[in-house]
């Protein structure tokens, strides 16, 4: 639907709105102690560990060409693509 601009001085003309495409990607990662093997509130060696990543786009448009690595101690490489 168009509408009139009340900028100009001529009618009737089209308002123009130009929107952006923008993207926003965000990553939230969480951890948890789930098996404590030694009974002493802290991670060490034995214990089980769970990792929770989320990645959302938020933005009015897509993504492309998105990579979301994760180097591990043991130096084991995540990689996702969106």
Known sequence: ??????????????TITIVYAHPLITAT?????VIDADSNSYPSPGDTLQYSI???????????????MI??????????TM
Not at 1 to 14: F, R
Not at 54 to 68: D, E, K, L, Q, R
Request: net charge negative; glycine share 2%.
């Open 1 to 14: 639907m168009q509408t009139d601009d009340p900028n100009t001085d001529s009618s009737p003309d089209a």
């Open 29 to 33: 990662k969480t951890d948890s102690l």
């Open 54 to 68: 989320v990645i959302a786009n938020t933005g009015n448009s897509p993504a492309t060409a998105v990579y979301f």
């Open 71 to 80: 180097l591990s101690q043991m130096e084991i490489l995540f990689c996702l």
